[in-house]
């Protein structure tokens, strides 16, 4: 057979030649099996390197895992979709649910990593959210064909894909609202209203329903007071929808390093803060920036630049210079998921605004993932630059909740429970600090280049004080 014929096997590989980041089957003895429930389908690719073999086979593979490529899903279809997922990729993927919906839905995350269900010291968090808005299902649709898309790559030896899941742990969140977007989805693409389904089933808009904790920073910019996980409103439970609870414990159990929160109805990539320190007159456009202002304009040009069209400006009768903007500039809100990422916890999140149609028919969805792909990818690599590192005590005891600090940047991250932290820089030389209670600061010198993080390791320097 072609496939056994190891030496023709070889001279074609010499002939087409292997790229960096792709992975010939014939470079491996790897024996793929294309499997589906209720048919007796079984092929095996073992080390083909013809092109067109290959491809045809794990073009196949990938309709198995996807069922029907570029469709909308409700949510059994939806469902469905993940757990065929993890079905495929058992080994390296996890399903949980991290709460139900007002109508009883769960909000199903799916998480990519070579340890499913365990933090490895080391190894940041990522996560990426869809559908907060429920008749902006782009997002929805995209996170499903991505976790697909990791899904196959890694079975098809992609080096790249491979590499991320092995140093990286990857939660996909495709729909925050699911009971909004079944109300949505009833009235379809073509008959969609602007607001029709965007708010939670008692018609709350989720992304205006986070504690408000800018008002408590701009408070604090003027008293000198903290800079980094503020502290929740008493009975703030009370006061926020089933959906946004769900979302601020799983921040809470989970040290999320980077984001990006998927919307729809512009094409932009939007950076903290959403809402402007003058809040003497609602809607002003006022820059808010963050202490992190340069780090976030570079993320949201990382997306917009790899994305096929947003960086060009011209979207949807808007022009955004280089396809970002700041929240605020372009309109203030308050309460929204951005802020309060950055403001709560060690995450940095933007806003991608995806599509000029919030509900687009499912004859575009093919264009927009072949527009997103790259852009999905190389935002969650950005998750891997700045500096990480370990806090140990002098009797190499992790400290867990060490504050890092960096001169310049008025804005804290803290380490895990497991005594490692993860602090996103652009390149550049930086002072670091790491301060616990009980222990004597320690100081540290690191240049960061453009590639991964760096690591910087506060171990045995942490001396306890004494009080």
């Known amino acids: 057979t072609v496939c056994g014929r190891r030496q023709r096997a070889r001279e074609s590989r010499r002939k087409t030649g292997s790229k960096k980041g792709q992975e010939h089957a014939g470079s491996r003895q790897h024996v793929w099996c294309v499997k589906k429930r209720n048919t007796s389908v079984c092929m095996c690719l073992c080390g083909c390197t013809l092109p067109w073999l290959r491809a045809a086979l794990l073009g196949l593979m990938g309709l198995l895992v996807s069922g029907s490529d570029f469709q909308h899903h409700r949510y059994e279809a939806m469902v469905q979709a993940l757990f065929a997922v993890q079905s495929e990729c058992p080994y390296i993927t996890r399903i ?6 007002v109508e009883g839905r769960h909000l199903y995350v799916l998480e990519f990593s070579d340890q499913p269900g365990t933090h490895e010291a080391l190894e940041p968090e990522f996560k990426y959210v869809g559908n907060m808005h429920g008749n902006e299902v782009l997002g929805r649709e995209l996170l499903i064909k991505f976790s697909q898309f990791l899904c196959e790559e890694y079975r098809a030896g992609n080096q790249r894909i491979t590499r991320l899941i092995h140093d990286t742990r990857i939660h996909i969140l495709p729909s925050m609202n699911p009971d909004g977007y079944e109300v949505a989805a009833r009235q379809g693409p073509e008959f969609n209203g602007y ?11 989720l992304n205006r329903n986070f504690p408000d904790l800018n008002a408590l920073m701009y408070y604090y910019e003027k008293n000198k007071g903290r800079n980094h996980h503020l502290p929740l409103p ?9 959906e946004t609870l769900a979302v601020i414990k799983w921040m809470q159990n989970y040290n999320f390093i980077l984001s990006a929160n998927l919307h729809g109805g512009a094409v932009v990539a939007n950076y903290p803060f959403d809402k402007s320190r003058d809040s003497r007159i609602r809607g002003r456009t006022t820059y ?5 202002d340069k780090l976030f304009r570079q993320l949201a040009r ?4 790899a994305h096929s069209w947003m960086h060009k400006g011209w979207n949807c009768g808007d022009f955004f210079e280089e396809g970002i903007t700041n929240g605020a500039s372009w309109y203030s809100l308050s309460k929204g998921m951005q802020d309060f990422n950055y403001l709560y916890s060690n995450c940095f999140e933007i806003t991608l605004e995806l599509s000029c149609d919030k509900f687009p028919p499912a004859s575009a969805l093919q264009r927009e993932w072949l527009g997103n792909r790259e852009a999905l990818v190389l ?5 891997h630059h700045g500096i990480k590192g370990m ?29 490692d932290y993860f602090r996103l820089l652009l390149p550049g030389t930086y002072t670091v600090t790491a301060s616990a209670q009980g222990y004597m600061p320690y100081t540290s010198t690191v240049t960061v280049g453009p590639a991964e993080a760096i690591q910087v390791c506060f ?3 942490m001396h306890k004080t004494g009080l």
Do not use: F, K
């Open 195 to 205: 607001l029709v389904g965007r708010g939670n089933a008692r018609e709350i808009d």
């Open 379 to 383: 935002y969650l690599e950005q998750v």
């Open 96 to 101: 949980y649910s991290i709460g139900r919906s």
């Open 234 to 242: 008493d009975n703030w439970e009370q006061q926020v929808e089933p």
């Open 302 to 305: 990382t997306y917009s630049y």
């Open 391 to 419: 806090v140990y005590d002098e009797n190499n005891n992790p400290i867990g909740n060490a504050e890092i600090s960096v001169a310049g940047i008025h804005h804290d991250v803290t380490s895990g429970v497991d005594g």
């Open 288 to 292: 808010a920036a963050t202490a992190d």
């Open 459 to 461: 171990c045995g320097g």
